[in-house]
């Protein structure tokens, strides 16, 4: 079958959108005709060349929720007609992560920015005829992706479709930092650098962990302003020491419990690592260019403060058991999903909504179909 799909051809040029074959699925994969896929800043980051990956054209989107119109004959499990949800890390089943249940460790998981199935095949062709590939092994920014029921995970269908394309990427990101990683406890206080896709849902995890000090750093106002809504208690547009002292003054001279970089780690993480209190937690869930390829933080400081620095992919959870205790949570009223959007877009205005939040403008901006 033929789809519109937006492709990524040339770094630093918009998408192209454009008419390319779909292949049917092979035995263990699915038919998905997407439904609202979330506008990301990773897949920016890929575009303007700052996250590099294997080849073009690439179908880019991995935040993607739809519904299933066929499965392969080896798919148990999900049928068409179901409503799903796909995860931008594949649960392979057998590495020795997933045989842990940490599917966001997955073996796997290094090959999303490759373009090819799991299988290591290709299911799309441009009209000329060329292999097209799909990052994460999704390719959510089209009408219609096929991929291995490892990236399928069956939702309920009272759950707004929009709504669960946003629980495939940022808020397992940021509330399972908080939960998963951190684990911030009933009183502790939180720094959150950057209040994005990933950082406005840190905020609402550490509330959900019963932080009583939450500190939300943005430069945009509305941010600031949103995230008070989400949970809150302090905001600053602070950056660098003056952000580390903002802090200070509001954590009793100590600093916080637990930080959490989740923009820019390369000007970020040591001012939030200062801003942490002794043997705190300085947690990085945001992407660094390929570019920069370290960051100093002194280590007599490390050792003497006796500080954890550590990084959170996917909250730090399984995808598999996050994403639907996720929507348990939405369902119970205890979790915001529809104040995240700012912006729905048609497909064919993919590259606005890009320049939306390129411009500060948009928390999330979302394909809808
Ligand atoms: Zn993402
Ligand atoms: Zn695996």
Redesign the pocket.
Known sequence: MNTRAALFRTIGAPLSIETIALDPPKPTEVLVRIAAVGLCRTDLHVMRGERRVAMQPMVLGHEAAGVVEATGPAVEGIAPGDHVVLTFI??????????QGL?H?????PRITQGPQLDGSYRRRDAHGEDVGAFCMIGGFAERTVVDR?SVIVIDKDIPLDLAALVACGVPAGVGAARHRANVKAGDSVLVVGCGGDGMNVVQGARLCGATTIIAADIAPYKRELALSFGATHTTDAQGEALTRAVHALTDGVGVNHAFVCIDPATTLLPAFRATQKAGNIVVTAITPDTVKQIDVPPLELFATQKAIMGAVYGFMSPRLQIPALLRLYRAGDLKLRELITRTYALADINQGYADLEAGKNLRGVVVF
């Open positions: 594949p649960g392979c089943g057998v590495c020795r992560w997933c045989a599917h460790l997955c073996a796997e998981g490892a």
